[in-house]
């Protein structure tokens, strides 16, 4: 039998705290809390969740020989287990964006592709969770989370809408359209048939033409904005990850999840209307119709991301009771 002691910690069983010690027996390893002349046993190293219980491992430098290899042998199995399903995930994501480029008459395909690779996604996530979580946790992520959410939540925005609108061009047979008609400045007679261009986004466009009604001729702008389903679903997958490590304390999580994913798509819709407004007038934004728009595609766009969040949090969670079983 060999033990080393690794660190200070906070016992789970008494709420002391004391060193952690690992010992080896027989070729496997447990965890102990040591309180000067008291112990409280732990249970096996894979059972336990050391990234909750250690506090400082500063003045601990080497484990012993074998410890050290049983650790590099441990982690370097769940690197692979971590690795596969990502790697897989990563590679169906890349040949439904490949076969999307070819045109809509492969969205089908696209779709069923951008779904399997999420779940290889979230078996990434379930497998990390249950095993090398467990030794180190979301390190690179708890770092950044650690300079608050002032941080965090920003960062999110920016790589969602980064991900949406490079992942609008994947042509799927489910897609959100939302069309908002301002009234133009240009008038009617000068605009006898719809002008239409694109937009500053991917998935958008502007169109100008004549509208007639009981009181005459106007002229509108329509601001078109279409958004397929594969680009919520990337997004709400790549919230679910960067979201892990808030878990734990549900007031920060829904907060997060609420003010990224409302603050990603209210950009994102409001955009092509400021890009719109600079040509025309700021005051466009006072129109109903304006405010309409972005109030009912900011609601619809973020609660379906958010319904996808719940769904992936409990994929994670179930294939994680899989796992361990």
Sequence with gaps: MSSRVIGRGKCSKCGREGSVVLKEVSGRIYVYIKHGREWCYLGPLERVDLSSIIISVR??????????????????????????????GLALLLAAYGIGLGGPGYS?????????????FLLSIAVYESTYAKLQGYSMLSRILS?????YIPLTIVLTIIVIIITIPLKTPLKFEFTCPIPSYVKAHEVEVTIEEPGILPGSRVSIGPVHSVTGVETYAFIYMAIPI?????A??????????????????ITYITISTLASYLILFTLPLIVHAVSEDISIFMEATVVNYIVISTAMASAT????????I?????????IRM
């Excluded at 594969?230 to 990337?234: A, D």
């Excluded at 991301?305 to 992936?312: G, K, P, Q, R, Y």
Aim: aromatic letters at 10%.
């Design 236 to 253: 709400s997958l790549l919230i679910t990850y960067l979201s892990r490590p808030l878990v734990n304390s549900l007031k920060r999580f």
């Design 305 to 312: 991301t958010i319904a996808f969040i719940i769904i992936f």
């Design 59 to 88: 003045d601990y430098h080497t484990f012993t020989t074998k410890l050290a290899k049983y650790l590099r042998v441990k982690l370097g199995d769940v690197n692979m287990k971590v690795s596969t399903p990502f790697i897989i």
């Design 147 to 151: 300079k608050g959410l002032k941080l």
């Design 314 to 322: 409990v994929l994670i969670a179930v294939l994680k009771n899989v």
């Design 230 to 234: 594969s680009s919520i679903i990337i």
């Design 108 to 120: 089908n395909y696209v779709l069923a592709m951008i779904l399997l690779s999420t779940i290889s």
